[in-house]
């Protein structure tokens, strides 16, 4: 069951999500140790990328 779900996700995908992850940690361990703006600045990454990933979806 898992492996399908892995095969209709696709690998591409799944490094991507992945990377979004990692970024919204990131951007919450640098919001608690004070950087603010930094953190700001880092979590707006992930949005971008997903929006990416959703018009690569859409353009096939």
Same mark, same amino acid.
Not at 4 to 23: A, C, H, K, P, Q
């Given at each position: 069951? /898992?492996?399908? /779900? !892995?095969?209709? !996700?696709?690998?591409?995908?799944?490094?991507? !999500?992945?990377?979004? /992850?990692?970024? #919204?940690?990131?951007? *919450?361990?640098?919001?608690?140790?004070?950087?603010?703006? *930094?953190? #700001?600045?880092?979590?707006?990454?992930?949005?971008? #990328?997903?929006? /990416?990933?959703?018009?690569? $979806?859409?353009? $096939?």
């Amino acid at each position: 069951m /898992f492996k399908e /779900f !892995l095969e209709r !996700l696709g690998w591409m995908n799944i490094v991507l !999500l992945l990377i979004v /992850f990692s970024i #919204i940690v990131v951007s *919450e361990i640098r919001y608690l140790q004070g950087h603010t703006l *930094e953190a #700001i600045f880092i979590g707006l990454w992930a949005p971008t #990328i997903l929006g /990416f990933m959703n018009y690569l $979806k859409y353009k $096939k």
